[in-house]
């Protein structure tokens, strides 16, 4: 008995230790469907980052917005959301006052866009994607995916915040 449960354990943990997810991560990802080759800004910015599993399907998504009051900040991966089964895309748009509003939301609505049109090149589930961030933008964002017809099924955290369902 003390056999069968030995070799039950080393199948378990071989198993377990076999099915270890890889991650990969695509940067500088042009998101706009702007002319990107006008506008350098507009290249500097409208861009993001993409960290998944490798050879996995249906996860979900988090669409990550950088803090900064819409005039700093830059795209990022937090590490505390790494490998943890989830895909998640870092976003850059553009800042005030080089634009003003609406143009920083409409960018951030098109990150969210993006993630709609292509997650499941990467493994994820278009039904399962979840924006975080820090309060201005993805408060921002909230009202402008409202009016955004394709998007009205996201729903939306941010870290000050409660489930919003849009």
């Given at each position: 008995m003390k056999l069968k449960i030995t070799i039950l354990i080393a199948?378990?943990?071989f198993n377990i230790q076999g099915q270890t997810t890889n991650y990969s991560t695509d940067k500088n990802i042009n998101y706009c469907s702007e002319s990107?080759?006008?506008d350098a800004y507009l290249q500097e910015r409208c861009i993001l980052d993409i960290n998944y599993p490798?050879?996995?399907k249906g996860f979900p998504t988090i669409v990550w917005f950088h803090g900064?009051?819409?005039t700093?900040?830059?795209k990022e991966i937090p590490k505390a959301l790494q490998e943890k089964g989830v895909v998640i895309i870092g976003v850059n748009y553009r800042l005030y006052p080089k634009i003003k509003a609406p143009t920083y939301i409409d960018d951030s609505a098109a990150d969210v866009e993006w993630a709609f049109k292509n997650i499941e090149e990467y493994g994820g589930?278009?039904?399962k994607?979840?924006?975080f961030g820090h309060l201005?933008?993805?408060q921002s964002l909230i009202l402008q995916l409202e009016k955004k017809e394709a998007l009205t099924a996201t729903t939306i955290v941010d870290e000050h915040s409660a489930l919003i369902s849009c």
């Open positions: 199948f378990l943990t990107f080759s006008t490798n050879n996995q900064g009051g819409l700093g900040g830059e589930d278009p039904t994607i979840f924006v201005a933008v993805t």
